[in-house]
């Protein structure tokens, strides 16, 4: 019985002492997955679309300013959001509640047609064939688009949406 009690507690101990490493070696920090996720957008359209060093250079270049317009973007969403949901836990009134849904709608609309805007830019950039094949993968991203997070170019994953959240 002893000894079934020591076999027990080592092997809890190395099981969460194994958990323990693995969660501390395999863990990234967000600043590493949005790297990540951005190579991973540069490596997919260069090898799927076969683009030269120009024109991937050019991308990368608009993708990077565009970072500045998605953060505004992002701020704007969290800010209409957060107003949206203190006005409903105060129990405001319906025409408050109203405003603050137009006003949460509009910042979401505006982000939208940016970044379709954004995605159209670099469709010319990649041009022909190509580029119309682009938009046919990433507009359907963003068609619904909830802003929950970034549209993901994640061609693996169930969920198109998937990305960063508005925190």
């Known amino acids: 019985m002893k000894f079934r009690a020591l076999t027990t507690t080592l ?56 970072q500045i317009v998605c953060e505004d973007h992002c701020r704007a969403i969290r800010d209409s959001r957060r107003t949206l949901k203190q006005l409903r836990e105060a129990k405001a009134t319906p025409p408050e509640i109203a405003a603050a849904e137009a006003k949460a709608k509009e910042v979401d609309a505006v982000c939208t047609n940016s970044l379709e805007t954004h995605m159209r830019e670099i469709a010319d950039v990649i041009g022909g064939d190509d580029g119309r094949r682009y938009l046919s993968v990433v507009l359907p991203r963003i068609a619904g688009f909830d802003h929950a997070g970034a549209p993901a170019l994640d061609l693996d994953s169930a969920n198109p949406h998937a990305g960063h959240d508005h925190h």
């Open 11 to 66: 092997v809890l101990f190395l099981a969460v002492t194994a958990g323990a490493i693995a969660y501390v070696c395999l863990r990234e920090s967000p600043a590493k997955l949005t790297a990540r996720d951005h190579d991973d957008a540069l490596l997919w359209l260069r090898s799927e679309f076969k683009l030269s060093g120009e024109k991937l250079a050019r991308i990368e270049a608009m993708h990077a300013a565009y």
